[in-house]
C-alpha cells in the first residue's frame, strides 16, 4: 500500500504551513495506516472537527476502468469519511477522480478494491436490488441538470422516491418541503415552467424528502448564474444544517466550496490536501497550484517520492 500523505506536496510545508488555521497538519489526518479518514485520527478530531460518528467511509478505495493492458486509476488507495452533519466540498482538476469518487461513496459504481459503508452499511456487498433500494430510502441527490421529470409537477417530482420506494407521500410533508425552499405557490408548476434556480430547489426539496442520511450534490450550481448559485448553496447548507444531513458536493467553484465546512482536494486520484474552514481565495489558490502542477507534467501520475 502506498499511502497518500498530504505532507509530500511541497506547497503543504511552504506556500501553506500547517500554522496556518485552514491547513491540517499531515499528523492529525489518520490516512496513513488505516485511520479514521481525512481530516480525523483514531485519537479524535483535529481544530475545526467536530468528532462526530462517520456517516460514509471509504476504506482503501479503488476503482479502475478498462481491461488489464489498458487500465485507467480514477481512484487510487482512498481512505476517507464524512461526518454526520458536516458539509464538504470536494475539488480537483478535471480527471482528478472526483465524480468517481462521488459516484463510488453514492453506491452508484462499484469500486476495484476497498470498501464503502453507509452507516455501518457494506455497500459494497450489496447486490445491485439492495443498492438500489437504500440509494432510494437513504441518500438524497442533487445534480447539474435537476434531472426532473418534465411531465411531473413539482409537488410530484418531490415526492417521486417516497412513491419509488413503495411509500404514500403525505400532502403536508410535500408541501412543507415545498415550502422550506419557497416553492409553495409552485407546486402545480411544471419543470418548463420554472426558471433554472427554482428547479434547483425542487431537486433540492426532491433530495431531503426522505430525510437522507446523505446528500451528494454532483455541480449542483453548475447550471446556474453567479447569484442564483449562491442562493441555492445558502438554501441548501441551512437546511441540511437544520436536518443535521450530511453533505458530499463536488464542485469547480471556489466560490461554492467555500460554503462547506471541509474542502478535499483530489489529483491523480489521490487526496492531495485539505482546507477547514475554506475561504475563496484560500480554495482558489489550492486549485491553481494543482492546474499548474497538471500542466508542468502532462500525463504524469501522482508522486510516491517527496518532491522537494
Known amino acids: 500500500m502506498d499511502p497518500q500523505r498530504v505532507g509530500r506536496e511541497p506547497w503543504s510545508m511552504t506556500t501553506f504551513p500547517h500554522n496556518d488555521p485552514q491547513q491540517v497538519h499531515p499528523q492529525a489526518r489518520g490516512l496513513p495506516g488505516g485511520g479514521r479518514g481525512c481530516g480525523l485520527s483514531d485519537h479524535g478530531a483535529p481544530p475545526g472537527r467536530s468528532g462526530n460518528e462517520d456517516v460514509v467511509r471509504l476504506a482503501g478505495v479503488t476503482k479502475r476502468y478498462g481491461g488489464r493492458s489498458t487500465a485507467t486509476t480514477a481512484l487510487n488507495d482512498i481512505t476517507l469519511s464524512f461526518e454526520r452533519g458536516s458539509f464538504t466540498a470536494v475539488m480537483g482538476p478535471s480527471g482528478s477522480g472526483k465524480s468517481t469518487l462521488l459516484h463510488c461513496a453514492a453506491g452508484l459504481d462499484r469500486p476495484t478494491a476497498g470498501t464503502v459503508t453507509l452507516d455501518g452499511t457494506d455497500l459494497t456487498?450489496?447486490?445491485?436490488?439492495?443498492?438500489?433500494?437504500?440509494?432510494?430510502?437513504?441518500?438524497?441527490?442533487?445534480?447539474?441538470?435537476?434531472?426532473?421529470?418534465?411531465?411531473?409537477?413539482?409537488?410530484?417530482?418531490?415526492?417521486?422516491?417516497?412513491?419509488?420506494?413503495?411509500?404514500?407521500?403525505?400532502?403536508?410533508?410535500?408541501?412543507?418541503?415545498?415550502?422550506?425552499?419557497?416553492?409553495?405557490?409552485?407546486?402545480?408548476?411544471?419543470?418548463?415552467?420554472?426558471?433554472?434556480?427554482?428547479?434547483?430547489?425542487?431537486?433540492?426539496?426532491?433530495a431531503l424528502i426522505g430525510s437522507p442520511s446523505v446528500v451528494f450534490a454532483d455541480e449542483p450550481t453548475g447550471a446556474l448564474d453567479l447569484v442564483t448559485g449562491a442562493e441555492v448553496l445558502g438554501l441548501l447548507g441551512s437546511l441540511v444544517r437544520a436536518a443535521g444531513t450530511t453533505v458530499v458536493m463536488v464542485t469547480h467553484d471556489p466560490v461554492a466550496a467555500s460554503r462547506a465546512d471541509w474542502v478535499v482536494f483530489l489529483a491523480d486520484g489521490r487526496i492531495v490536501g485539505e482546507i477547514l474552514r475554506p475561504e475563496v481565495d484560500a480554495v482558489a489558490a489550492r486549485m491553481a497550484h494543482l492546474a499548474g502542477r497538471g500542466q508542468a507534467a502532462p500525463g504524469a501520475t501522482a508522486r510516491t517520492e517527496p518532491s522537494w
Not at 164 to 184: E, F, I, W, Y
Request: charged share 25%; hydrophobic share 40%.
Open 125 to 206: 456487498s450489496r447486490p445491485e436490488r439492495a443498492l438500489a433500494r437504500i440509494r432510494r430510502e437513504r441518500i438524497g441527490f442533487v445534480f447539474q441538470s435537476f434531472n426532473l421529470l418534465p411531465e411531473l409537477s413539482a409537488a410530484d417530482n418531490v415526492a417521486l422516491p417516497l412513491r419509488l420506494s413503495g411509500k404514500h407521500p403525505r400532502r403536508a410533508a410535500v408541501m412543507a418541503a415545498l415550502d422550506q425552499v419557497g416553492l409553495a405557490d409552485k407546486r402545480r408548476s411544471r419543470p418548463g415552467q420554472l426558471s433554472g434556480g427554482q428547479q434547483q430547489r425542487v431537486a433540492i426539496a426532491r
